[in-house]
Structure formats: C-alpha cells, structure tokens
C-alpha cells in the first residue's frame, strides 16, 4: 500500500497524518474488495455461455474465445482471493481447489489445443481500472 512519508515536528500533525493514513487505509481494502467481487462476476459471466448442440456434435469455443459452460465445473472453481502482507495489499485470481485442473490448460494452451483464455483478458481489464485509482495498483496483481 502507498503512505506518504512526512517527517514532522507537531503531535497533532502527526495524529492527523495517522488518521489519514488509516483512512486511506481502509479505502485501498473497500475498493479491492469490491474489485474482487466484480471479477468473479465478470468471470462468471464470462463463462456462462454454453456449450451448443447441433444433432449429435457439440459446439465448443473457438481458440481465442472463452471456453463454454459444459459442466459448470470451471466457472464454479474459480475464486478471487485478496491478501495481506505487512503493508502490502494484493489480488489472487485462479482456480484454487484442484478441481478444474484444465483450467490452465484452457487459458494457455496446449501443443494440441490453441488458448481460449478468460482469466486473463478480465483480470487486465480490472487492472487498468485499479491503476487509475491506487497509487501502486501493479502490486496488487500476482
């Protein structure tokens, strides 16, 4: 997080500085949390367009499209974590419980499959908002 630093003579002035701080503080905290719940909701939008039928053959994504909802395994996986450490505030976005292993494989690519990514695209989209309003928004990202 970004603290100006001010060295200062006066005890109120001080006091103040601190009040400030914890006030911006506090704002840093509100507005990433509420950065990670519109990422989820724009992941989850984001992979909520299924998977099409036509006779006996199903219509995937194509590469460079956002993979369709087949199981709704993926997009119930995803989760976006927010982290503390001393003074730093960060985001973690990802499938973290195992159970879409595939996930990775979807948004890089494979030397069989070309990438359909969907983490990627939001997440960069988010960051450029977060820069225009955190001072250090690039730490935010992992």
């Known amino acids: 997080m970004f603290f100006p630093k001010i060295n200062c003579q006066s005890l109120q002035l001080k006091t103040n500085i601190n009040h400030a701080n914890k006030k911006f503080e506090t704002y840093q905290k509100t507005l990433v949390n509420d950065l990670a719940g519109k990422i989820k909701r724009s992941l989850y939008f ?24 087949e199981s709704g395994k993926l997009r119930s996986s995803i989760d976006v974590k927010i982290y503390t450490s001393g003074k730093s505030l960060g985001l973690q976005a990802g499938v973290f419980n195992g159970e879409a292993n595939y996930a990775k494989m979807l948004e890089y ?21 977060l820069q225009k309003n955190l001072p250090s928004a690039e730490d935010l990202f992992l």
């Not at 994504?61 to 956002?66: F, R, V, W, Y």
């Open 46 to 69: 984001l992979l909520s367009t299924e998977v099409e039928k036509s006779g006996n053959k199903k219509l995937r994504s194509k590469p460079g499209e956002a993979p369709r909802m």
């Open 109 to 129: 690519g494979t030397a069989r499959i070309k990438p359909r990514p969907f983490l990627r695209p939001v997440l960069s989209m988010y960051k450029q908002v």
